[in-house]
C-alpha cells in the first residue's frame, strides 16, 4: 500500500476513513467500497476501486474523484447496486451474505458520522 494516497493516508487530503466493503472474497486482488468523512465540512464522500495486488487500492484517485454522499439514501442506493450485481453471479452466496452485513454496518457508521 502507498502511504501518501486516500486511501493509506487519508488524512493527507483532508478525510478521515468511516468504514469500507470488500466486496466478494479477494484473493491477491481486491474490490471496494470506502466512505471518507471531510474532516473540516463533516461531508461524506464514497468511491469504488478494483484490481489485483499489484497497484494500491484507490491508486490515482483524488477527492475530485469521489462522489459527495449528499443524503444517506445515495449511499443505500450505491450498496444495493453493487449487492444486486454480486447476486447476479459475481459473488457466491455466502460472499453476497456478508456483503450485505457489512453494507449494513458501513451506513450505520455513516449515519453516526453525520450526529
Not at 483524488?62 to 454480486?86: A, F, S, V
Request: net charge negative.
Amino acid at each position: 500500500m502507498s502511504y501518501s494516497d486516500i486511501y493509506g493516508s487519508p488524512e493527507k487530503y483532508g478525510l478521515r476513513t468511516i468504514g469500507e466493503v470488500q466486496w466478494g472474497d479477494a484473493c491477491y486482488s481486491f474490490d471496494l467500497t470506502v466512505v471518507w468523512q471531510d474532516t473540516t465540512t463533516g461531508a461524506l464522500y464514497f468511491a469504488d476501486d478494483s484490481g489485483c495486488s499489484c497497484p494500491s487500492p484507490f491508486e490515482g484517485i483524488g477527492r475530485d474523484d469521489l462522489t459527495l454522499i449528499d443524503r444517506p439514501q445515495t449511499l443505500i442506493d450505491h450498496l444495493n447496486d453493487r449487492i444486486k450485481q454480486g447476486a447476479e453471479g459475481y459473488w457466491s452466496e455466502s460472499e453476497n451474505e456478508a456483503a450485505k452485513a457489512d453494507t449494513g454496518a458501513l451506513v450505520l457508521k455513516a449515519r453516526e458520522a453525520l450526529r
